[in-house]
């Protein structure tokens, strides 16, 4: 059975930082390209970071260029987002996403970002 367990969200002071973990089973962790994506009620879902299977390139949405960090750690089927400088439009609920042929989602952690 395939899992994917976001854990990490929470409230942040903007320009604070927070990191999310997704924790993933049930597949073939290594060989999976990994996402988080993000969606807040205002806006569709959109991509916020990638990170490939193969030599782990990563790839990043505009707005989050140069304040967020994907990673992964394939020997703790582990993905994480680290995120810097969070800002109030940051407010989102976070999912992390598995690709290898099959698309699977986790449940999503909320993070919101307010004074």
């Known amino acids: 059975q395939v899992q994917l367990v976001e854990s990490g969200g929470g409230l942040v002071q903007p320009g604070g930082s927070l990191r999310l973990s997704c924790v993933a089973s049930?597949?073939?962790?290594?060989?999976?390209?990994m996402s988080w994506y993000r969606q807040s009620p205002e806006k569709e879902r959109e991509l916020v970071a990638r990170?490939?299977?193969?030599?782990?390139?990563?790839d990043y949405g505009d707005s989050v260029k140069g304040r967020f960090t994907i990673s992964r750690d394939n020997a703790k089927n582990t993905v994480y987002l680290q995120m810097n400088n969070l800002r109030p439009e940051d407010t989102a609920v976070y999912f992390c996403?598995?690709?290898?042929?099959?698309?699977?989602w986790g449940q999503g952690t909320q993070v919101t970002v307010s004074s």
């Open positions: 996403k598995a690709t290898d042929g099959n698309a699977y």
């Open positions: 049930g597949f073939a962790f290594r060989r999976a390209a």
């Open positions: 990170i490939g299977s193969i030599g782990g390139a990563t």
